[in-house]
């Protein structure tokens, strides 16, 4: 069946990297993604990256993909205090997207 | 522009009561979705437009009614809600129906008294 896992929370200090880990378990998934929610709003699209790949850069964000293991990783380096949220993997299955259950990103100063 | 608005932006409304969510892009996408999410939950889809049609219903009562007047347009008609129907509803649009990169609004805070 499809499940996304996460763990639920990340605690850093502002300046540091953050590493919030994913795993999944449909091996057709075409795309995945990572959203970001913060309180009382909507999810915003970070990233993605095709399966094909096993890495993408964007700006503070690295995201890492290990097929072999269904593993997806989202690096953000030098973190800040407005990164903290609620962070969504999630994978394409189609039409629908399956959403792990999120990750707290806690970011203190 | 990755722009999705919704109106309202908080709905309190009664068991008895007939309200509608609103959903609008002007990205030319050519799918729309409804999504649920309970606090501290990931969203659930609920609903699919594929070109103005509805493509997938994930077995949502019927007391919940989409509707999409026009590719820009998605509403969800809502009527005799019960409290567990609370939410946040969001709403989010993608290029075609095959899901890739949906863009998602600021969504709706229902409450049901």
């Known amino acids: 069946g499809e499940d996304v896992e996460q763990s639920l929370f990340l605690s850093v200090r502002e300046g540091d990297s953050s590493v919030i880990n994913c795993t999944y378990t449909d091996s057709s998934s075409t795309y995945l993604y990572w959203y970001k929610q913060e309180p009382g709003a909507g999810l915003q699209l970070l990233t993605y990256?095709?399966?094909?790949?096993d890495m993408k850069q964007d700006q503070r964000l690295t995201v890492l993909l290990n097929k072999k293991d269904k593993h997806l990783s989202l690096r953000i380096a030098d973190t800040q205090t407005g990164d903290s949220a609620i962070y969504f993997c999630a994978e394409s299955t189609g039409t629908a997207l399956i959403f792990g259950k999120g990750t707290t990103l806690s970011v203190s100063s | 522009d990755t722009e999705v608005t919704q109106t309202p932006k908080h709905l309190v409304m009664g068991m008895t009561n007939k309200k509608s969510l609103k959903c609008e892009q002007h990205m030319g996408h050519r799918a729309m979705y409804w999504y649920k999410q309970k606090a501290k939950k990931p969203p659930e889809l609920m609903f699919v437009y594929s070109y103005e049609k509805l493509s997938i219903n994930e077995s949502v009562p019927s007391r919940f009614s989409p509707e999409c007047p026009n590719s820009s347009l998605l509403n969800l008609h809502l009527h005799a809600l019960q409290p567990e129907d609370s939410a946040l509803y969001l709403c989010?649009?993608?290029?075609?129906?095959?899901?890739?990169?949906?863009?998602f609004g600021p969504g709706t805070r229902l409450t049901v008294t």
């Open positions: 989010a649009s993608s290029q075609d129906d095959r899901g890739f990169e949906q863009y």
């Open positions: 990256i095709f399966s094909n790949m």
